[in-house]
């Protein structure tokens, strides 16, 4: 069985200086969410992956 590749949120937050809440309403989630995420207990969807991708390609 193939393992999904963990993305780094916090990370990626950190590398463009942004706030949680920042990427929370950039990303048009809950800042829990973002919480949940960096501390792996959710896993973000294909389609906030892509945003993120391109926020961090963008800004």
Same mark, same amino acid.
């Given at each position: 069985? +193939?393992? %999904?590749? !963990?993305?780094?949120? %916090?990370?990626i937050?950190?590398? *463009? *200086? ?9 990303? +048009?989630? +809950?800042? !829990?969410? #973002?919480? !949940?995420? +960096? ?8 389609? #906030?992956?892509?945003?993120? *991708? #391109?926020?961090?390609? #963008?800004?």
């Open positions: 069985m +193939e393992r %999904k590749k !963990s993305i780094d949120i %916090k990370a937050r950190y590398k *463009n *200086n942004w706030s949680r809440l920042f990427l929370a309403q950039k990303l +048009e989630t +809950e800042l !829990s969410t #973002i919480i !949940s995420w +960096e501390l792996g207990t959710k896993t973000p969807p294909k389609t #906030i992956l892509n945003k993120l *991708n #391109i926020l961090a390609g #963008i800004l």
